[in-house]
């Protein structure tokens, strides 16, 4: 009797096996249409699934809004402070434009110094030669363009105009190796004058020269024009010190340049268009110009 129950488990087993093979065999046949087994157990997953996941997905989205809103809380208190600083500084703005303009008023003058016209110019010649020395645009004397007026890209300053023909303009960049090319100078900010006096070629920055000893320049200070060698408009934008030295003995300091504009990828330009250009002045007496020259 035992053994015959023991031989009963056995063909209960095997019939098990085979029935557990041919159902495997059943749902690999059709892989495109599930198997009823298949359809039972994932309808049954899937409602599982939901119902679980939907709470889930409401506690998720509600928490997710209250931080939002706990975020949105501390932005509105940041921009209401930055707003306020915004608010007086304007008003501090305002007062000083009206200082500085019942200044001008009791001196009996303008702000002449700022004052220009731009005149967008294409560069339209380039000699190799001269690659970092002198362009050659497509404005000249019928444009009203004139002698030493100043040169400038959306970045900064890059030259002078040194020649001027009735349809076109040749224009020193400051990277020229002449060594008499000068340009007044300033500090952004601070009362240190200079002279931008050579072109460092290794470094390929500018070199700032004549610079009071007891004034202190920093690294990273902007550079920009003064306006007062009468070539240069007032507040154009020349580049940030790199290095700060001393020069002649000890009594001047001596300051490195990196100008803001680059020279060496020139397409368009801006001529400051001034009424009023001295011919004379500390920016432009002493650069040299060959009559003739066009830059070809």
């Not at 049954?44 to 989205?61: E, M, R």
């Not at 934008?237 to 680059?262: H, M, Q």
Request: hydrophobic content about 40%; cysteine-free.
């Amino acid at each position: 009797m035992p053994r015959f129950f023991s031989n009963k488990r056995l063909i209960l087993l095997l019939v098990g096996v085979i029935i557990l093979v041919a159902l495997i065999s059943f749902s690999l046949k059709d892989r495109q249409n599930a198997s009823l087994p298949e359809q039972v157990v994932k309808d049954v997953v899937g409602f599982g699934q939901s119902l679980f996941s939907k709470p889930a997905l409401y506690i998720t989205n509600v928490i997710g809004n209250i931080d939002g809103i706990l975020n949105t809380y501390e932005e509105n208190k940041h921009l209401k402070v930055r707003l306020s600083e915004y608010a007086s500084g304007q008003a501090e703005l305002a007062d000083v434009k009206a200082e500085n303009e019942r200044l001008l008023e009791i001196v009996g003058k303008k702000d002449e110094l700022r004052v220009y016209e731009p005149v967008q110019a294409t560069v339209i010649s380039r000699n190799p030669d001269q690659w970092e020395e002198k362009i050659i645009v497509d404005r000249g004397k019928e444009h009203g363009i004139k002698k030493n007026m100043a040169v400038i890209t959306a970045d900064g300053l890059v030259g002078k105009v040194v020649l001027v023909t009735k349809f076109t303009s040749t224009v020193e960049l400051l990277s020229t190796e002449n060594r008499n090319f000068r340009v007044a100078a300033v500090v952004a900010g601070e009362k240190t004058y200079g002279l931008i006096e050579g072109y460092d070629i290794k470094r390929s920055e500018l070199i700032m020269k004549r610079i009071d000893s007891s004034f202190e320049v920093k690294v990273g200070q902007k550079v920009q024009t003064s306006g007062l060698g009468g070539i240069f408009p007032k507040g154009l934008l020349i580049g940030e010190v790199t290095e700060v030295s001393t020069d002649d003995y000890g009594l001047t300091k001596l300051a490195y340049i990196r100008p803001a504009a680059d020279f060496s990828l020139l397409d368009h330009v801006i001529i400051a268009k001034r009424s009023i250009i001295f011919e004379d002045g500390t920016d432009g007496n002493n650069t040299i110009n060959t009559e003739g020259e066009d830059g070809s």
